[in-house]
């Protein structure tokens, strides 16, 4: 059954692209008719979609046939980011302080968590090497951890665990911290979880979109500068 399942979706080049846009937009339509966000649209899509293909028997390969068309949108889409970053210039410049404070906080606490996993599990160097560039964009993340001495791999499945968690907790714990400043708001948010977190930040608001968004760069050149000083220490 599985095999004949396999072999069905191996003819349609859509496949990915539907089974991808019809979970994300079911939660999506579950959360509007209900009022409350009930389900994560990312995170719901991305569990179903490994079920499927696993329950299925159907190849990674096969998925991605239809679902590289996403991964197309993705450069755009992130461009597109930059909107509320514009709008909201003015209000960031006259915070940047406070920006690279908080961003900066939250790498040191970052790196902080690295270390004591890396005490606390007895990691290798190269384990250590491969958490490090967790909390940035997969483009810079993968390649500062390989560059590092690093698993490549294994880091973009981090940075992408770690965006889609960030993206379903970041309400309730803002709110647990009774954090209610947009501005502080979107730099927790961007700091911790990069782009899959500003994508609900933009949701959120526009103020916490674009200091979201200013807070992925900023943690980005901060990693970079403090992620090679801890890997020579490891090593």
């Not at 968690?165 to 979880?193: C, H």
């Amino acid at each position: 059954m599985n095999e004949w399942f396999s072999a069905f979706f191996a003819q349609s080049g859509w496949f990915g692209l539907v089974l991808s846009l019809a979970t994300f937009f079911l939660a999506r339509t579950v959360n509007q008719r209900s009022g409350k966000e009930r389900i994560n649209p990312l995170l719901f899509a991305t569990v179903v979609c490994a079920l499927v293909l696993l329950l299925g028997d159907i190849d990674y390969e096969v998925y991605y046939q239809g679902a590289q068309y996403l991964d197309v949108l993705l450069t755009p889409a992130t461009i597109c980011l930059a909107i509320p970053l514009y709008r909201q210039y003015t209000l960031l410049k006259k915070n940047a302080v406070a920006v690279i404070a908080g961003c900066g906080a939250g790498v040191a606490a970052h790196m902080a968590g690295c270390v004591l996993m890396m005490v606390l599990f007895r990691m290798e160097a190269a384990e250590f090497i491969t958490l490090l560039p967790k909390s940035i964009t997969t483009a810079i993340g993968k390649s500062l951890s390989e560059e590092l001495g690093g698993y490549g791999a294994i880091t973009m499945a981090t940075i992408m665990l770690t965006g889609i968690f960030g993206a379903v907790i970041a309400p309730a714990f803002l709110k647990l911290l009774k954090i209610t400043d947009p501005l502080a708001q979107g730099l927790a948010i961007g700091t911790s979880a990069h782009a899959a977190g500003t994508s609900r930040a933009v949701e959120i608001g526009e103020i916490q979109g674009a200091a979201s968004s200013l807070a992925i760069v900023v943690t980005g050149l901060l990693t970079v500068i403090a992620a090679p000083i801890l890997a020579r220490l490891a090593g």
